[in-house]
């Protein structure tokens, strides 16, 4: 769960971090950045997160947002203080959480987020060890 003083809440900061901030699209995601001038504790870093119903049912958008939710948690906190909000693009319904996680982890990398290198928590899917191939044996 995201740390509720990270939370955006009220719609203003919505409209104008999407309004005024910078904006990275996706496949499955759109990423909108304001970074906040001064850098006091009043300035917190918040994230908001828009999933419509063009995503998809009830149960479809709160995966979703529960997804997003967990990937932002391991990104914060920023160096700079900033408002984020994510807005699940229709793609994200049907994608994997790698492939989300992928593409905010990307967009807010492009944004000039600070971002670390590696994928958010439990998010790197397990790779089997390589196993060299045997020959088929015949049945006696």
């Known amino acids: 769960m995201l740390p509720a003083n990270y939370r955006m809440r009220a719609s203003g900061d919505f409209a104008t971090a999407i309004g005024r901030g910078k904006c990275r699209k996706t496949q499955t995601v759109a990423v909108y950045v304001l970074y906040l001038p001064h850098s006091t504790q009043a300035d917190l870093s918040k994230v ?14 709160h995966r979703v947002s529960r997804q997003l939710r967990h990937i932002m948690r391991s990104l914060i906190p920023f160096e700079r203080p900033a408002h984020v909000v994510v807005r699940a693009q229709p793609r994200a319904a049907s994608a994997s959480f ?43």
């Open 98 to 140: 790698h492939r989300i996680a992928a593409d905010v982890t990307a967009a807010c990398a492009y944004l000039g987020l600070s971002v670390e290198t590696q994928t958010p928590h439990n998010s790197e899917p397990s790779i089997a060890p390589a196993v060299e191939p045997t020959t088929a044996v015949e049945p006696l």
């Open 48 to 61: 908001g997160f828009v999933v419509s119903k063009k995503v998809g049912n009830s149960v479809i958008r």
